[in-house]
Every structure is written in C-alpha cells, then in structure tokens.
C-alpha cells in the first residue's frame, strides 16, 4: 500500500514538473506568483531566481525566503531561499537554493550568481547552477552543472524590458536515456503608468515545447505599504492574486495561482532589506 502511494505522489511530482517547469527553472516569490510569473523585468532579490539582471539595481544587503504549496499537498512544496550583497565597483553577488518534493522523490537547484550595472540603463546577469535529481534508495541521485544569464534594460523611468535564457548549452540530466533539463528563453516589458500602477508583460518558450506561454501581470497600489496583484498565463489557462504588505525593510507577499484541473497553489515569501550601519558624523577625526 505504502509503494502505491509513493508511486502515485511521484507521479503527481512528475505532472507538477511538466506544468510548473519543476527546479529547472521554478518561478519563485508570491510577488511574481500573484502576477502570473511575468517577472523577467522585476528589479529585487528574487530576480535570482527569474532574471540575474535584476539583482544588478540592488544597492543593499538582502536576503529572502518563500514556500509554494503546489495543488495543495506537503509532497509537492518548493522551498527556496536566496542571499545577495552588493560590493562595491564588482557588482552584486547572490547565492540562491530550491528544493522541491519529498524524501522518495526530489528536486533542488543550487546557484550562484553575478550582476552588474553599467550606467542606469543596462544590466546583465548570469548564474550558474547545479541541479540535482534524489530518487529513494535504489535510483540514488544524479546532478548537473549548467548556465542562465540574462539582460535588463531601463529604457525611460517607465519602461523596463528584459530577457533571459536557461540552459542555454541543452545539458543533460541523463544523457544515456536522453534526459535533457529544458532550454527556456523569455523576455518581456514592464510598464510603470504611475507610481500605483504596474504592468507587466511576458512570453516564455520552452525550446521542447511547440506552443509559448504568455504571461500577464498588473500591480495596483492603493497605499504605500499595500501591493494588490493578478495575473494570467496562456498555457495551462491559469489565474493568480495576490497581495503585497510592506513594513520598512520587510516585505511579506501572499499569492496563489488558480490551475483549472488541478487546482490551488498558494504561495507566501518574504523579503528583507540589511540596512547600513551609518556613520557617526560626531565622532572626531582621525
């Protein structure tokens, strides 16, 4: 009995992995969750996760953490953390970590990556990853290394367009029974009409997959310190909603997208921001 049920929560993991891209490349933070994952052109510490560029407009320590509850059941959660610091005339260092399933069955993605700004228009980011894949005892495990970068460009104070590339080198997980991890390129605008008002826009293509995803996202602020989102994707018609509450150098974010088949998936992540320590202007001259 005990068999049957692993059998059939790992097929669950599998048909999660199809439809949500599994750790190849998880779309992480209910920020971006509520908005329908269209974050390729998102400037924040989740950017790690959606597009490195990002992480280049960062100009202070900053850390994060998020949970997905994907349809509902323990077996199927991705976990993630990430770290970034910016240091000076370098650019900005982000280390970043996802974990998705359970002890019979799991995904985890490790990265590190580089970001740098050259003026206040463009950025470039890259990450590299090794990706893992744990069966239970008697598959044991099998890893990979392999590559993501990606562009960011502040065209005017309201326009931002993006792009980004995962595994652009086609690595294999398994090359002997042809298991590759999945290409995906993306690119996308996000258009600020006011400082209430965002929007964002996004085509995703999986190099294996005929039919692109598209994505849409809007951010509404009634109040500073309140985020209202929704979201839509094309592929798999899923709907997303979110909220987004922020507390100085916190910022804790609710989301869940809505899967016509199978259902919910709630979300929560937090972000917070490492202040600098300030330098007293009193203390006398050395």
Same mark, same amino acid.
């Given at each position: 009995m005990k068999v049957s049920i692993s059998l059939l929560i790992i097929s669950l993991l599998l048909t999660a992995n199809q439809l949500l891209a599994s750790n190849s490349n *998880?779309?992480?933070?209910?920020? @971006?969750? @509520?908005?329908?994952? @269209?974050?390729?052109t998102f400037t924040s510490i989740y950017s790690g996760f959606h597009n490195q560029a990002g992480l280049a407009f960062i100009d202070k320590a900053e850390f994060g953490i998020s949970y997905r509850n994907?349809?509902?059941?323990? #077996?199927?959660?991705?976990?993630?953390? /990430?770290? @970034? +610091?910016?240091?000076?005339? +370098?650019?900005? $260092?982000? =280390?970043? /970590? *996802?974990?998705?399933g359970y002890s019979a069955y799991g995904e985890h993605k490790f990265g590190i990556a580089y970001a740098k700004k050259f003026? &206040?228009?463009?950025?470039?980011?890259? #990450? $590299?990853?090794y990706l893992q894949t744990q069966f239970n005892d008697s598959y044991g495990k099998k890893g990979v290394v392999l590559g993501e970068f990606g562009v960011l460009g502040k065209l005017t104070d309201e326009l931002? $367009?993006?792009?980004?590339i995962f595994n652009p080198t086609r690595a294999y997980l398994d090359k002997e029974i042809d298991d590759r991890v999945p290409? =995906?390129? %993306?690119?996308?605008?996000?258009?600020?009409?006011?400082? %209430?008002?965002?929007?964002? +826009?996004? /085509?995703? %293509?999986?190099? &294996?997959?005929?039919?692109?995803?598209? %994505?849409v996202g809007i951010e509404y602020k009634p109040y500073k310190q309140i985020a209202l989102r929704l979201g839509v994707n094309s592929n798999y018609v899923k709907a997303s909603f979110g909220v987004g509450i922020y507390l100085n150098n916190l910022v804790i974010d609710i989301a869940s997208e809505y899967h016509q088949t199978l259902g919910f998936v709630p979300q929560f992540s937090l972000k917070y921001s490492i202040n600098k320590k300030k330098k007293n202007t009193n203390a006398p001259a050395n």
């Open positions: *998880n779309p992480v933070g209910a920020r @971006a969750g @509520a908005m329908g994952n @269209a974050s390729v994907n349809f509902l059941l323990k #077996q199927t959660g991705l976990k993630s953390a /990430i770290f @970034a +610091i910016p240091i000076k005339k +370098i650019g900005v $260092i982000g =280390i970043s /970590i *996802n974990s998705f003026g &206040d228009v463009f950025s470039f980011g890259l #990450q $590299i990853d931002t $367009i993006g792009a980004h290409s =995906i390129i %993306k690119a996308g605008l996000g258009y600020e009409f006011s400082k %209430k008002l965002l929007t964002s +826009i996004e /085509i995703e %293509k999986d190099l &294996d997959i005929t039919k692109p995803n598209f %994505k």
